[in-house]
């Protein structure tokens, strides 16, 4: 079993950055993929971003592209979503996911695919 927490979140102003973390407990961190999903009041949850069990491959949603950086330190059992140039669309209740294996993108753009989630941490983007 793997429990993940995230935290970083809150309030921020358009333009403004915001570094989330999702720490793990339990099982080793480096024996799993990441990603990263949100979810805005009335919509789907969605990908955000992903991450490789060695870091080596990430995987980034067009919205977020050349804006949001994940990062890992297993050492230290912990993934990073870096935000940046934050719009109010970004506006969501973020989320961490682990899963057992690297995946495609067809694969680990999709939430059912993770088999552990974080309880999720509120980013407020305002204008």
């Known amino acids: 079993q793997v429990q993940l927490v995230e935290s970083g979140g809150g309030l921020v102003q358009a333009g403004g950055s915001l570094r989330l973390s999702c720490a793990a407990s339990?099982?080793?961190?480096?024996?799993?993929?990441m990603g990263w999903f949100r979810q805005a009041p009335g919509k789907e949850r969605e990908f955000v971003s992903y991450?490789?069990?060695?870091?080596?491959?990430?995987y980034y949603a067009d919205s977020v592209k050349g804006r949001f950086n994940i990062s890992r330190d297993n050492a230290k059992n912990t993934v990073f979503l870096q935000m940046n140039s934050l719009k109010p669309e970004d506006t969501a209740v973020y989320y961490c996911?682990?899963?057992?294996?690297?995946?495609?993108?067809?694969?680990?753009?999709?939430?059912?695919?993770?088999?552990?989630w974080g309880q999720g941490t509120q980013v407020t983007v305002s204008s």
């Open positions: 996911a682990a899963r057992e294996r690297d995946g495609s993108w067809g694969q680990v753009t999709r939430s059912y695919e993770y088999d552990y």
């Open positions: 991450v490789s069990r060695s870091g080596g491959n990430t």
């Open positions: 339990g099982r080793t961190l480096s024996t799993k993929a």
